[in-house]
Structures are given as C-alpha cells and as structure tokens.
C-alpha cells in the first residue's frame, strides 16, 4: 500500500502553520519538508517525523516510535487521532524542523581527468 495524494495534502494543510511546507515524491512514498529541511516521511499514509529531545518533550504521553520501512531509523509515529489536531501537529513539526541537527557539509565532487 502506498500513501495516497489526499493525505499527503491533508498533511500538508493540517501542517501549514509550522513555515513553507512540502513533500516530494522518495522511493515511492513522500518526503515532509519543513522551510526547506527534511522533517519526516509519510509511508502508507502515516505520518513519522525525526526523532529530537524537543519533540519528545512536546509530545509527551503521545511519543510513540516506529519505522517507516525496514532498515530505516527509529522516527516519532503519529497516530491518524492525531492528525487532526492542526495546532498541536504545526507546533511538533516546527519544533522537530528548529531542532534538527546541522547537516554536515558535503565533500567537493572530484572531477573527472
């Protein structure tokens, strides 16, 4: 089963007061970007956002972890109730979205004698 594009939009919209969100298409299920950053993915139409001390704190008896897909990391699985909650689920993914870690800078590619 994969996400349909309803949820994605329900997403989307419920998440609108976190900052400039989108989601982009990623091995078959979505990407959840918040002001640029990748906070979460959407597989099977739920909702899992990166794991931050903040986040868990914010949420409290509602942290709930789980996988995307196998081999994945540990995310923070949001129930469908949830989803619902507009305020509640924008303040968590800014909260995730201002606590993540910086990416570390890539290397220059090599070019190619």
């Given amino acids: 089963m994969s996400t ?6 329900y997403i989307l919209d419920q998440t609108s007061a976190a900052g400039a ?19 979460g993915l959407v597989c099977d ?4 956002l990166k ?3 903040q986040g868990k704190d914010f949420a409290g008896s509602h942290y709930v972890e789980g996988t995307p897909y196998q081999g994945a990391k540990p995310s923070m699985l949001i129930d469908g109730t949830l989803l619902d909650d507009g305020d509640w689920l924008s303040e968590l993914v800014a909260i995730t979205e ?5 990416p570390k800078p ?4 090599k070019k190619r004698a």
């Fill in 4 to 9: 349909t594009a309803s949820t994605i939009d």
């Fill in 21 to 39: 969100m989108s989601a982009r298409k990623m091995f078959g299920e979505y990407g959840l970007y918040c002001n640029g950053e990748l906070v």
């Fill in 45 to 48: 139409d739920t909702l899992f």
């Fill in 51 to 53: 794991i931050t001390s």
């Fill in 98 to 102: 201002r606590n993540l870690p910086t």
């Fill in 106 to 109: 890539k290397p220059p590619k």
